[in-house]
């Protein structure tokens, strides 16, 4: 018999999905490719609880309440998010033992926007497609929607105090502060030349100008306000090409989009500039009124930091407190 | 063969875009079908995902196992010979019939379609059901069809203002291109029908059997027979 266990959501402000690290091989039929915005984080909130970087866990913006129906083990990543143990605060980026009927407490802290939080073993839900990632406007994956108080997920069964001894003193081996965005900062964002750089005579002024987030951004995509590119209202409609998330979409207002995990598989505005993954991450983090600045890396150097990247994403770099903290 | 020019840039350090013509034409769309195949059969295993835009394509790779140099020199190499042989070498294309109820509250735009025509309803349905359109792409949202090439009498441009829900299964127009919304979403497309099958199937692998290049064409039904037909899947349905 297969035990499992169970987390339920208490309460919630805020958007919480079910994410796994993306839904490849069917953009050709239109599936966004989904995932967690904050790829990197939800890796390593993986890795300190001995999961899979891809396992299913919850991409969380705003505030939650959790509660374990047995004792297990998870960690909260992100942007340096608050997190509590019924009443004590702990740190996030770090295992923690959560025992059975204690409340899980996760705040945004004033830098980053989106917290990931891993359960030991993994979320178990509907697979669609070949992952878990909640893909809410088809409907599908997982839950298919978002989260809601009064949930309960299922979670895949583990030796916890076996498991707890191998992990407890797990750090990552990065620095999650240096990971987000500086609130008084502009933050500095790399991207290489996008598809249409040739038809946007004007893309100087994206490069040297300062912009800013706004609210009217969501998993789709996060639009930017500043000084507009006068060139993309001219271009009107262009053939619909494949986009992918970190596209920097120019629609006739000339005010930056860039694309995000739900984005739509094809587009017919100008593209650009191609944002780089591992930046793409931080600036996923960044919140509305957050400054940003665009600048332009070459081919090369974007294959030589995204190669880096998804090898950290695949196994992300570990450490021990021992090594961390004396 | 005339209008293209290949265009190939790399960006973000994973993607190498291929633009075969910057217009579209069932030509442009051809040969850009004839360079899918072909790179999707030459290519496998060694890029991580390829998708077409109408006239364009975007091959996804890891820069750790291929450089962008060297899969742009492959592509160009792999683009003279797709050109020489006929898609029906690489691809052979399949056929599928949709059948749609055209007009009142599933069509909200047939008598927009019918007035910037200058035709009665009942002309712009006969035209639109008289042809068989190549499927130029999948995309945008899970399942929608890009179809072509719309009689210029009825191609109607997009409306001015987008919807912002449109039912799964709904048939637009947008000037010289037709298509089906696979699931519910915005769109500005003339909506001028809608079908009752199920288009996109998630729980299906793949979740579409329509494939870019293949063969639609549209069948005008009665009302009285939409329920019937409901929730039937698109590669279950015989028409």
């Known amino acids: ?326 | 063969m005339k209008n293209t020019k290949l265009r190939i840039l790399s960006s973000g350090g994973y993607v190498i875009h291929v633009d075969v013509c910057s217009d579209i034409s069932l030509e442009c769309v051809e040969a850009t079908h004839k360079l899918y195949y072909t790179l999707k059969k030459e290519l496998s295993g060694r890029i991580k995902e390829l998708v077409t835009g109408i006239v364009s394509l975007a091959l996804f790779y890891d820069p750790r196992e291929i450089s962008s140099n060297d899969l742009i020199k492959k592509v160009k190499e792999l683009w003279e010979w797709s050109q020489s042989v006929e898609l029906s070498h690489v691809y052979k294309p399949r056929s599928f019939v949709i059948p749609v109820s055209y007009g009142g509250e599933f069509g909200p735009d047939l008598p927009s379609v019918a007035a910037w025509a200058g035709l009665r309803e009942e002309e712009v349905i006969s035209i639109h059901t008289s042809t068989s359109y190549t499927c130029y792409t999948i995309g945008f949202t899970p399942g929608f069809i890009y179809l072509g090439e719309v009689d210029s009498r009825i191609a109607a441009p997009r409306l001015e203002t987008p919807r912002i829900k449109i039912p799964a299964g709904s048939v637009g127009i947008a000037g010289k291109m037709t298509g089906v919304y696979g699931i519910e979403g915005p769109g500005g497309w003339r909506l001028i029908g809608r079908t009752p099958l199920t288009m996109f199937d998630y729980r299906r692998n793949p979740p579409t059997p329509i494939a870019p290049g293949d063969l639609i064409s549209f069948k005008s039904i009665p009302l009285e027979n939409f329920e019937r037909l409901e929730g039937v899947f698109v590669g279950d349905y015989r028409g």
């Open chain 1, 1 to 326: 018999m297969i035990i499992v266990g169970s987390l339920h959501v208490i309460y919630l402000a805020g958007v919480a999905t079910v994410q796994d690290l993306g839904r490849y091989g069917y953009r050709a039929l239109g599936v966004p490719v989904s995932g967690a915005l904050d790829v990197l984080s939800a890796a390593y909130a993986n890795a300190l609880v001995g999961n899979k970087p891809n396992t299913a866990l919850i991409e969380l913006f705003g505030s939650i309440i959790l509660r374990a129906g047995e004792d297990t083990v998870v960690a909260v990543s992100g942007g340096l998010p608050k997190v509590f143990v019924g009443r004590y605060e702990v740190s996030s980026w770090r295992p923690i033992y959560l025992k059975s009927g204690v409340e899980l407490v996760i705040r945004p802290s004033e830098v980053g926007s989106i917290s990931y939080v891993s359960v030991a073993g993994g979320i178990v839900c509907e697979e669609v497609l070949g992952s878990r990632s909640t893909y809410a406007r088809g409907g599908f994956g997982c839950l298919g929607r978002p989260l809601r108080v009064g949930d309960t997920l299922v979670i895949r069964d583990v030796d916890t105090d076996r498991l707890w001894s191998e992990v407890c003193d797990l750090r990552p081996a990065l620095k999650p502060d240096n990971r987000v965005p500086k609130k008084h900062e502009s933050l500095i964002v790399r991207a290489t030349k996008g598809v249409h750089f040739e038809q946007l005579p004007d893309l100087d002024v994206l490069l040297n100008s300062e912009y800013v987030i706004t609210l009217d951004s969501d998993r789709m995509g996060y639009r930017l306000d500043g000084p507009p590119l006068r060139s993309a209202s001219r271009l009107g409609r262009l053939p619909s090409i494949p986009t992918d998330r970190g596209y920097v979409q120019i629609p006739p207002d000339g005010k930056p989009i860039v694309l995000m995990s739900d984005a739509q598989t094809t587009g017919g505005y100008a593209v650009a500039l191609h944002v780089i993954p591992p930046d793409l991450d931080i600036l996923a983090q960044a919140r509305p009124t957050q400054r940003v600045r665009f600048t332009e890396v070459s081919v090369e150097d974007a294959e030589k930091h995204t190669s880096k990247y998804l090898s950290e994403v695949e196994r992300p770099l570990l450490t021990t407190a021992g090594d961390e903290e004396y």
